[in-house]
């Protein structure tokens, strides 16, 4: 069942979290995420922790009816985000990193990226530790065919057509995430697990953009 519909005609979006073993951390990124204005119709979070976190249970509670907690027994980020996906009812699904802090309106300017319709997924900018922001694209180098992935970088100031898609702070039309299959749970770890996909998206000739008013920043906790 769908998300009633918004009375903007904008898309609904659901917000999905995969998590393990980062209770606090989780916790802190929730209650960050409570503060942003407009808020996403959904929130998904996928707990492969066993024993969830008491601060975690809390800040869902206080997220109200629109927070719902999934539970996986074996641990699996991108297993995680696809069930999530699954279960998501809004048209438009929010990628998270459980170690983020978003400006607060990091949903809505997810969100406005879809009244254009040749857009089917959308990169946000982010920073992590010891990186400033930049106005440079990045070389591509002939003999690493993956560079041109990366020819516009996360902290890029500047709004592009880019194929990188980041799984940390990056959101796509439900209908294309489905249809080209999701994240690969070949991928153990979360590392291009989320190349994998941008690869997908350009090859089925999907348009993704980097946005750079949609901010947060990535700690990177161990």
Known sequence: MSLPARPDSLPTVTLIIPSYRRGPI?????????????????????????????????????????????RL???NAQAARNRAALEARGEILLFLDDDVVPD???????????????????GGFYTEPGEQETAETREVVAWLPLSRLERIPANYVKRADSPLWPSCNG????????????????????LYDDTDLSLRLEKQGYRCVHDPRA???????P
């Not at 959101?171 to 979360?190: A, H, P």
Request: charged share 30%.
């Open 104 to 122: 607060r309106d990091l949903i809505e300017v997810h969100r406005s990226n879809y009244r254009e319709p040749s857009i089917h997924a959308v």
């Open 26 to 70: 989780l916790a802190r990124t929730l209650a960050q995420l409570r503060a942003c204005e407009p808020q996403a119709e959904e929130w998904l979070i996928v707990d492969q922790s066993g024993p969830t976190d008491p601060a975690v249970e809390q800040e869902i509670r206080a997220a109200g009816s629109r927070a719902r907690l999934i």
């Open 171 to 190: 959101s796509i039309r439900r209908e294309v995430y489905l249809k080209i299959g999701g994240m690969d749970e070949n991928f153990r770890y979360t």
């Open 73 to 75: 027994e074996k641990p």
């Open 215 to 221: 901010r947060l920043v990535h700690l990177k906790e």
